[in-house]
């Protein structure tokens, strides 16, 4: 049989103490962090009362083997990397982001995994058209030129959560000033009275939540005014409601109240004056044609001309008249 040094069965042992204790137990990715980030991390994160231990593998499968939890012992499963637990009393949602806020970003490497879905955002770059064009084209960026450089005409995903970045595309991205990586712990899996939540369940949209519980809280608001139901926060905009409406009514029926008075004359008022125009508008007289005061011409009157089969008569001298009676009275 092999012989087990005291310090391992010590470390077993602290460990399976660790996870008996705290209901809340983290799985973290420790590769390719640097010392020096990983002390500030632990100090930051005792300050919370949260714990942070690494050991071999083998040694944390012997402390989960000792532990009566339900289910804990899957955790094992979600070991990637440099595995280490963390231990916290806080949900497992609240781990995550605290963690997350530790997070800084980093240039991405050939064979790296990405944390997360990469994107080329669309706008101008500081590249001259050249082999970079047919470089970007290889990954779905489409480029265009504009003022002598290129420039990316709309956004592209190169990556997906979980995929593999080659050497080619970590190139592209550095030259593009897009560092995807993030240096921090990687939470890869919680547990907590006998589930395990894994990162993508973890994480949380908080600005998103946010905007839902205040789209709710809204709607929620709307139909409790509408539907008269009162609560502390609609009480008061049901009286303010109330409180318009009486008002309109009475103004508009007349009623004379210490606070409508005023605006009840201001409207008779202004019914008085619209009606005494609209009087003044039918006194007018209308239909009657406006009188000339430009003389019209005066025709002359024509004399009747001889129709052609009338001959006009010839008038008689006096000398002719004189003679005439005396031949009839002669």
């Known amino acids: 049989m092999a012989h087990v040094s005291e310090s391992k069965k010590k470390t077993v042992e602290e460990f399976a103490k660790l996870i008996d204790e705290y209901p809340v137990i983290g799985v973290v990715n420790m590769l390719n962090l640097p010392a020096r980030t990983v002390q500030k991390m632990r100090e930051k994160l005792r300050e919370k009362g949260t714990v942070l231990r690494m050991t071999k593998k083998r040694l944390l499968k012997i402390a989960f083997s000792k532990v009566k939890k339900e289910n804990v012992g899957d955790l094992q499963s979600h070991f990637k990397g440099l595995p280490a637990l963390i231990f916290t009393k806080d949900n497992p949602f609240t781990l995550y982001a605290e963690l997350e806020k530790t997070k800084s970003n980093a240039p991405a490497k050939g064979g790296s995994e990405a944390p997360k879905d990469i994107t080329v955002k669309a706008g ?9 064009i047919g470089q970007l084209a290889q990954f779905g960026i489409k480029t265009g030129v504009e003022n002598g450089k290129l420039a990316i005409k709309a956004d592209a995903i190169v990556a997906k959560r979980g995929d593999i970045i080659s050497a080619e595309l970590a190139g592209i991205l550095t030259r593009l000033g897009i560092e995807p990586m993030e240096i921090g712990l990687d939470l890869t899996a919680a547990y907590e009275n006998g589930s395990i939540f894994t990162s993508d369940l973890l994480y949380i949209d908080e600005v998103e939540y946010m905007n839902k519980f205040m789209t709710a809280y809204n709607e929620s608001l709307n139909l409790a005014v509408s539907s008269g139901y009162p609560t502390t926060e609609s009480l008061q905009i049901m009286i303010s409601k109330v409180v318009t409406q009486s008002r309109s009514l009475s103004i508009e029926s007349g009623f004379i109240t210490d606070d409508t ?15 005494s125009n609209n009087l003044s508008e039918d006194a007018k007289p209308k239909g009657i044609a406006p009188i000339q005061t430009t003389p019209t011409p005066v025709e002359t009157e024509k004399k009747d001309e001889p129709k052609p089969d009338q001959q ?9 008249a004189a003679a005439g009676l005396g031949a009839l009275f002669g």
């Open 124 to 132: 101008p770059t500081s590249f001259a058209p050249g082999p970079i």
């Open 261 to 275: 008075a005023k605006d009840i004359v201001m409207k008779a008022h202004v019914q008085m004056t619209s009606l």
């Open 312 to 320: 006009p008569k010839e008038e008689k001298k006096p000398e002719e």
